[in-house]
């Protein structure tokens, strides 16, 4: 089914604005990468500006290596690995077999006009190690985390602009729809990236909270209840609830908020919140904030 018009004018917008805002990032593929793959909320993969259908990788096994390949980006591991990694449960001679047909099925899913015998544009091999070509991808992990890393150098920068680090960190927040491929939720050789690209979002989204105070509390609000959502314990989260609530002179919410913070607190960790939280709450209940 074709993707509707609508859906695919704001994949192209999205795309354009991190292409702007990363044109001087060396390590950004850009828009020269045929191939652009999606993970965040859900897997998607484009080839060449089409979307590849998922009745074109023809086995499962094909999509479980080719997600495999992007968990382990630019790293090129052994075949026997490989297995061992995806399918434990497999002896040498069948798992010899079943990668095999695994990797023709995702050359022939991504490049199915490619002429036989000619080299894949994707994936490669080494010796018996094996991985993707990331010169010709464009991965949302990889630049979700590329335009986090803008965004910190300029804050670091003195002369910084704001806008562009507000700008890069918002882009990175609106690629973050959702878990690492969800769809392998209970795979062990998913486990660290989800978590890790989660705390990263979550970080993510706290300090663009913090960076919008000023301009936009409300959005501050938005963003701090976004990631209360997914982790009811994130202290810093609270904090700068209490101050967007603050600003909007709305002291009874930002008060709420602290005692939700010391409510959740003591029944998960049985702790009080951090001497800054509590500061901060006796300032906004005295009104000297």
């Known amino acids: 089914m074709a993707e509707p018009v609508a859906v695919a004018a704001s994949h192209a917008n999205v795309y354009e604005q991190i292409d702007r805002l990363l044109v001087n990032v060396s390590a950004y593929s850009g828009p020269k990468a045929a191939l652009r793959v999606q993970t965040l909320g859900g897997f ?45 449960e497999l002896d040498i001679e069948k798992g010899d077999r079943d990668f095999k047909v695994a990797l023709n099925s995702i050359n022939k899913a991504l490049e199915p006009d490619r002429e036989p015998r000619s080299e894949p544009r994707f994936t490669l091999r080494y010796g018996l190690a094996y991985g993707l070509d990331f010169e010709n991808v464009w991965l949302d992990t990889e630049v979700f985390e590329q335009l986090i890393a ?31 491929l969800p769809e392998r939720r209970y795979e062990d050789w998913t486990s660290a990236e989800r978590e890790r690209l989660q705390l990263l979002a979550l970080n993510t989204m706290t300090t663009l909270a913090n960076l919008l105070l000023d301009r936009s509390p409300l959005e501050s609000v938005r963003l ?17 609830q209490m101050r967007a609530y603050a600003a909007q002179h709305n002291r009874p919410l930002a008060l709420r908020t602290y005692e939700k913070c010391v409510k959740v607190l003591d029944d998960e960790f049985g702790v009080d919140p951090l ?4 500061d901060l709450y006796e300032q906004i209940l005295d009104n000297d904030l």
């Not at 965004?151 to 960190?169: E, H, S, V």
């Not at 609106?174 to 878990?179: I, P, Q, S, T």
Request: with cysteine; aromatic share 14%; charged share 25%.
């Open 44 to 88: 998607r993969a484009w080839c060449d500006g089409n979307e590849v259908p998922p009745t074109a990788w023809g086995r499962e096994k094909a999509l479980h290596l080719f997600q495999f390949f992007i968990t382990m980006r630019r790293q090129y591991l052994h075949k026997e690995q490989i297995i061992d990694r995806l399918w434990p």
């Open 150 to 180: 803008a965004a910190n150098q300029t804050l670091l920068d003195r002369a910084g602009d704001a806008d562009y680090a507000i700008a890069c960190y918002t882009a990175a927040i609106n690629l973050y729809n959702g878990d690492y």
């Open 224 to 240: 701090t209840q976004r990631v209360l959502s997914v982790d009811p314990v994130w202290e810093d989260a609270y904090r700068v």
């Open 275 to 278: 001497p800054e939280t509590t």
